[in-house]
């Protein structure tokens, strides 16, 4: 259930596969979408593209790797945009000699409790392939709004492609695992066990801590969190831009998220 049990072959990957690739002696990954072709559709701070939009003549901030891969020419790697993160990279581009991982949906409680990483999987069921891509290609021409590390990042990106929903309201988070695994969960753990706990027993501190950790990194989850909704890809624009009041307005389905997921 570690960080390598998610690694794939590219012979594996299928169109609407969210895939990522971690950075940095895994410090941090970056997430995408394939699209097929050898193609990935992904989400970055677009300060960090370079002016001709292709993606492998510089680093991304969110994708940063120390050795920068040979990129396979096709005609689209690094197509974006004008003022737009959204872009579209070959899969040596986005990789940039990382290693392969597919990111899981639809899994149950006890597997994603086992995970010490957030960012890997979640409870959400995915949306059938075309509707992932559907969304994946119209966010590369009309963007997915304001690159923001904790609450509108590259997870956040292709969990909505997956699945159609974004958190509503004010959070500080986002419905990315990664953020909250390294942000929410952890403070959210020591703020909410007793100063006595801290004092009287290191080795009760540690254990309930990791307790808390879990279980507030699973309530943090899309599948579970009852201020996510699904939104219209077209309404997109309107979503970021706080223009629509009503819930309903948002929705694909006109039902609840929770209707979708999994029973854990």
């Not at 990522?20 to 997430?31: E, F, G, I, L, V």
């Given at each position: 259930?570690?960080?390598?049990?998610?690694?794939?072959?590219?012979?594996?990957?299928?169109?609407?596969?969210?895939?990522?690739?971690?950075?940095?002696?895994?410090?941090?990954?970056?997430?995408?979408?394939?699209?097929?072709?050898?193609?990935?559709?992904?989400?970055?701070?677009?300060?960090?593209?370079?002016?001709?939009?292709?993606?492998?003549?510089?680093?991304?901030?969110?994708?940063?790797?120390?050795?920068?891969?040979?990129?396979?020419?096709?005609?689209?790697?690094?197509?974006?945009?004008?003022?737009?993160?959204?872009?579209?990279?070959?899969?040596?581009?986005?990789?940039?000699?990382?290693?392969?991982?597919?990111?899981?949906?639809?899994?149950?409680?006890?597997?994603?409790?086992?995970?010490?990483?957030?960012?890997?999987?979640?409870?959400?069921?995915?949306?059938?392939?075309?509707s992932v891509i559907h969304r994946a290609m119209y966010l590369l021409h009309n963007g997915f709004g304001n690159y923001n590390l904790f609450t509108n990042n590259c997870e956040d990106f292709a969990l909505y492609c997956k699945t159609g929903f974004l958190v509503r309201g004010q959070e500080p988070l986002g419905s990315s695992g990664q953020a909250s695994s390294i942000i929410g969960a952890p403070l959210a753990a020591i703020l909410s066990l007793p100063l006595q706990l801290f004092v009287s027993s290191p080795v009760a501190t540690a254990t309930a801590m990791a307790a808390m950790y879990s279980l507030n990194r699973y309530a943090a989850d899309i599948g579970v969190r009852d201020d996510v909704i699904e939104v219209k890809v077209e309404d997109i624009a309107l979503f970021h831009g706080n223009q629509l009041d009503r819930e309903d307005e948002y929705s694909d389905t006109g039902t609840r998220p929770e209707k979708r997921q999994r029973q854990c």
């Open positions: 259930m570690g960080i390598l049990s998610h690694r794939v072959e590219r012979s594996d990957l299928k169109a609407g596969d969210h895939i990522y690739s971690w950075r940095t002696a895994y410090a941090y990954s970056h997430h995408g979408i394939y699209v097929g072709g050898n193609k990935v559709v992904h989400f970055t701070h677009d300060q960090y593209l370079s002016s001709t939009g292709h993606s492998s003549s510089i680093w991304f901030s969110s994708s940063v790797s120390n050795v920068p891969a040979a990129c396979l020419n096709i005609p689209d790697c690094g197509f974006r945009k004008h003022n737009s993160g959204v872009t579209m990279s070959c899969l040596n581009c986005f990789l940039a000699s990382g290693v392969l991982y597919r990111f899981e949906y639809g899994v149950n409680r006890i597997s994603f409790l086992a995970k010490l990483r957030g960012g890997t999987c979640t409870t959400a069921k995915s949306d059938p392939p075309e």
